[in-house]
């Protein structure tokens, strides 16, 4: 394998499997087929943004990837601004099962 692909494989952000996802999903989903609810998707970034701050703490001048992952961070904090206020009990439980400040 050329120098230059070794390079790039070890620069490129890590991808959520599909194992991964779907396990984030089952255990925060509301009913059988909810994968769109806010929990969710808060559950999804929350995973997403711990797995690229691994990826940033190694990589320090990966300036696109942490512009993707403050994109993350502000969706998530608006997804997290509605959920308090049409159901702040659920939004307090969420944010303490994901290890979130409230």
Do not use: C, F, W
């Amino acid at each position: 394998m050329p120098a230059k692909a070794k390079k790039d494989e070890a620069k490129a952000a890590p991808k959520a499997t599909k194992s991964d996802k779907k396990a984030v999903i089952a255990a925060h989903q509301q009913h059988k087929k909810d994968t769109g609810s806010a929990p969710v998707q808060i559950a999804i970034l929350t995973d997403k943004i711990n797995k690229l701050t691994e990826h940033l703490k190694a990589h320090k001048k990966d300036k696109h990837s942490r512009r993707g992952l403050i994109g993350m961070v502000g969706r998530r904090t608006k997804l997290m601004r509605y959920l308090k206020m049409h159901k702040p009990e659920e939004a307090r439980q969420l944010a303490k099962e994901l290890g979130l400040r409230s």
